[in-house]
Every structure is written in structure tokens, then in C-alpha cells.
């Protein structure tokens, strides 16, 4: 389809994986994924089925994606990530910047303290898939992040701690209340 005609998505998972921390490490896979599709692309492919997806997406959802994944990955598609940042939701940035850096917690944790799958790997061992030209278990573990995180995402509200409740409202703004029992969403 061409790009005009191609439809917006209500919603987006976001996740890359890379050789490392650094400046100079590589993009090794980028996935997007939302219900209606997904796609991935791995080092030296073009990166423009992802990126396209993240244009559409009406919301990113990603997890310290503000911080490490939407930079790497616009760098490296040599584009900005201004649009990409209006319009995403990472609770990782969230907590940091309403709580500070003491509230950091991994995708995992939080995961399993609402009820969801834990990863299916780490980014340690994303690193050896790429390493040992593992490409399938490689794009794997990305794209059940992107997955994980849109599931994580589209609750109404997300435990953290056991003492708090992550009520997403928009991109970038969300509250913390204390937990009270509660059977409903706002």
C-alpha cells in the first residue's frame, strides 16, 4: 500500500536490541508491534517498515524507550525522534521523572507484578543471539518485548511495588496513588 493510503494504528509496542550501551553500538533488530500487524528488521536491512509503523501509530508504547531505544533508532534511520517522543508512553521515563532515578524497576518485574508473561530472554542474551547469528531468537525476544510492553501499556493501571498504581492517562502524564482495593478503571 502506499504510504498515504496506508491506516493509522490506535497503538504500538516499541522495543530494539543493540551490541551494547555505548555510542557506537549497533542496532541489531527494531520491532513494532500493535493487533492489527508487525514487523521487525534487523542490521543492515531497511529499517523503514518499523519506522513507518511508529509514524502511524497514533501511540508508542515502549519501555525506557524515551531514554535508550527511540535515540539508537532514530540515529540510526538518520531521523529525529521528536514525533516519536509526543506521542509515547514509557512508564520507566514516567516513574524517573515524577519519582526520580530511585524508582527505576525492569520491564520484567513489573510484568509479573501485574499478571503478565515475564521476557522470554534478557538483553544479555539478545547480545549472544546476535553474536552467534542467531537471527530467529534474536527477533524472538524483541518482538515478545514490543509485545509485553504493549500488554503492559494498555492496562488501566499498572501495579508497581505493591504500594502504588500507575494510572496511564496519556502519552508522557500518568498519576501514582496509593493501592486501595479496586475492581474498576477510570
Known sequence: MPRAARPAIDA???DIETTGVGPADIVTVACAWSLEEQ???FYGEDFSTVADMLDRAKRIYTFNGIEFDLPRFAK???RSMRDWAAKTVDP???MKTTMGYGACTKLNELL???GLDPKSASGLQAIEFWEQGDLESLRSYCNDDARLTYELCTKCEIYWMKRWRIKLKESRIMAFQPVVSTNHCY
Do not use: D, I, S, T
Request: with cysteine; aromatic share 14%; glycine share 14%.
Open 12 to 14: 504500538v509496542g516499541f
Open 39 to 41: 514487523a521487525h528488521c
Open 76 to 78: 540510526h534511520c538518520g
Open 92 to 94: 520507566l521515563y514516567m
Open 112 to 114: 509479573k507484578e501485574n
